[in-house]
């Protein structure tokens, strides 16, 4: 299918003039989208198939998608089906030795193949990798804080074989994307002594977005996007505004470490970040093709 074909196809899926399109090809043509791919867009098979479809017309158009994906869920289920006992701490999973290879099983087996070859399937060419290969993720265990409610003392706080990106080593992801293919990576790096570490998705993919100076970095989620006071979506914020609306709690929860994954990227150099959301069939596409966008936009 030539370049033509496929941006009338996109003019036809967005209802959108084709001109339009050929403008946009032309702005993001080479350049690198980085895509976190997780919650309801992963679970749901119409929009699975609809995510493959996105980023396989990214990649044929000249573009550049990097897709880091999630899977909580499925590590859940796995744990169950395993009669493995699954505890949490302020939100966080508590991972120790034997919980941290049935996730490493989960995302960088089941979960990851799944992926590339719905990938393969709508036309495209991927590849699975995760943060262990080529040494792409050098992590350190995370450390947190929580107050014990008996004394209301800080603490520190061991959950284990959890990580936070150290440094991203992104050669392996530019050999891919410059072969014309799409790296898609499981959120598990490796510790300096060889340990495995756990890494949330959406802060796998921030450190992956920086170190690569993407030119977006796309968040899927749940919600339509940040929303104000009224309940009403945001679509676009500086990072001064996304910075008072935490301090001032009308953005809280768990937006707020998505949040916080976007002023990191940005000010690490990748020219704006967006959630979105994965709910919306073809959202990738209404992002980057179409004025309006597709969710909040932090640049």
Same mark, same amino acid.
């Given at each position: 299918?030539d !370049?033509?074909?496929?941006i009338?196809?996109?003019s @036809?899926? %967005?209802n959108?003039?084709?001109?339009?399109? =050929?403008n946009y090809?032309e702005?993001f043509?080479?350049k690198?989208i980085?895509?976190k791919?997780? $919650?309801h867009a992963?679970?749901d098979k119409?929009?699975?198939?609809?995510?493959?479809e996105?980023?396989?017309?990214?990649q044929?158009?000249?573009i550049?998608p990097?897709? /880091?994906? $999630?899977g *909580?869920?499925?590590?859940?289920a796995?744990? =169950?089906?395993?009669? /493995?006992e699954?505890?949490? &701490?302020?939100g966080?999973?508590?991972?120790?030795?034997?919980?941290?290879e049935?996730v490493?099983?989960? %995302?960088s *087996?089941?979960?990851n193949k799944d992926?590339?070859? !719905?990938i393969?399937?709508a036309?495209? %060419?991927a590849? $699975?990798?995760?943060g262990k +290969?080529a040494? %792409?993720?050098?992590?350190?265990?995370?450390?947190?804080?929580?107050?014990?409610p008996?004394s209301?003392? =800080?603490?520190?706080? +061991?959950?284990?074989?959890v990580?936070?990106?150290?440094k991203v +080593?992104s050669t392996?992801?530019?050999?891919?994307?410059n072969k014309?293919?799409i790296?898609?990576?499981a959120?598990?790096g490796y510790?300096? @002594? *060889?340990?495995?570490?756990?890494?949330?998705a959406?802060?796998?993919?921030g450190? &992956?977005?920086?170190?690569?100076?993407?030119?977006r970095?796309?968040l899927?989620?749940d919600?339509e996007?940040?929303l104000d006071?009224?309940?009403?979506?945001i679509p676009? &914020?500086?990072v001064t505004?996304?910075?008072?609306m935490?301090n001032?709690?009308i953005?809280? *929860? $768990?937006?707020?470490?998505?949040?916080e994954?976007?002023l990191?990227t940005v000010?690490?150099?990748?020219k704006a970040a967006? &959630?979105? +959301?994965g #709910?919306?069939?073809?959202?990738?596409? #209404?992002?980057?093709?179409t004025t309006?966008?597709?969710?909040?936009?932090i640049e």
């Open positions: 299918m !370049k033509n074909t496929i009338k196809q996109v @036809n899926i %967005l959108t003039d084709q001109k339009d399109i =050929e090809v702005i043509e080479g690198i980085v895509i791919y997780g $919650g992963m679970g119409k929009l699975a198939h609809t995510f493959a996105d980023v396989t017309i990214l044929k158009l000249g550049k990097v897709v /880091i994906h $999630g *909580g869920p499925q590590i859940g796995m744990l =169950e089906k395993l009669n /493995i699954s505890s949490f &701490i302020n966080l999973r508590i991972t120790n030795e034997e919980t941290v049935i490493e099983m989960v %995302l *087996g089941s979960i992926i590339v070859n !719905k393969h399937s036309g495209g %060419l590849i $699975g990798l995760s +290969d040494k %792409l993720i050098l992590a350190n265990k995370l450390k947190d804080k929580f107050k014990d008996e209301n003392i =800080e603490k520190f706080l +061991d959950i284990g074989f990580g936070k990106p150290e +080593d392996i992801i530019n050999i891919v994307t014309l293919m790296p898609v990576i959120p598990v510790g300096i @002594n *060889g340990e495995t570490y756990n890494i949330n959406d802060t796998a993919a450190a &992956i977005a920086s170190s690569l100076k993407a030119e970095i796309l899927l989620t919600v996007g940040v006071s009224e309940k009403k979506l676009s &914020i500086s505004q996304a910075e008072s935490i001032n709690k953005i809280t *929860g $768990g937006m707020i470490p998505k949040i994954t976007c990191a000010e690490a150099g990748v967006v &959630i979105i +959301d #709910r919306s069939s073809h959202a990738i596409l #209404r992002e980057i093709f309006s966008g597709s969710g909040t936009m």
